[in-house]
């Protein structure tokens, strides 16, 4: 799927290596323009205090048995560690830097990142949740889907 037309492609990374493997195709299977841009995208969640209670893991390999008080400030600083092991894990991936951390809801926020930089294309990847998991927390790539103006590209896992 080479194409030497798109501008703006932004691939959407979170903590799963669904994410990642979505990084890998964009690199492998799309051309930009000269004057292109691939950004990396990672949403953080917003802190809230049952977070703090029992941490999320640090994926890739980031430290794990971390004690986190249920403080917002040290919610947050957790969550920066969970950031910055994702994007240390895509760098890994990609020699491109043009990221963008946002906090919010990764649903909407990935929409209003798209529509923002005028996106030619949104490249993100799937978990393979169970329905009852999806019913209760909804899947962000179908979202995706159904709510942004370019064409996406979803690579599922298995």
């Known amino acids: ?29 799309l051309r930009l323009r000269p004057d292109g841009e691939l950004v990396v995208l990672h949403v953080q969640p917003p802190p809230n205090i049952a977070a703090g209670l029992n941490p999320a893991p640090i994926p890739f390999g980031g430290p794990s048995g971390v004690e986190v008080p249920a403080f917002t400030q040290a919610i947050e600083a957790h969550q920066r560690r969970i950031t910055q092991a994702i994007l240390e894990h895509a760098f890994k991936i990609c020699s491109e830097k043009n990221t963008e951390v946002i906090v919010g809801d990764p649903k909407e926020k990935i929409c209003e990142a798209t529509a923002n930089r005028n996106a030619d294309l949104l490249v993100m990847g799937c978990r393979a949740i169970g329905p009852l998991q999806r019913m209760f927390l909804g899947s962000v790539s179908n979202y995706c889907i159904n709510h942004v103006g370019c064409p996406v590209v979803v690579i599922k896992g298995t």
């Open 1 to 29: 799927m080479a194409t030497g037309n798109l501008a703006s492609v932004v691939v959407a990374v979170d903590g799963s290596e669904e994410s990642m493997n979505a990084l890998r195709w964009a690199l492998g299977n």
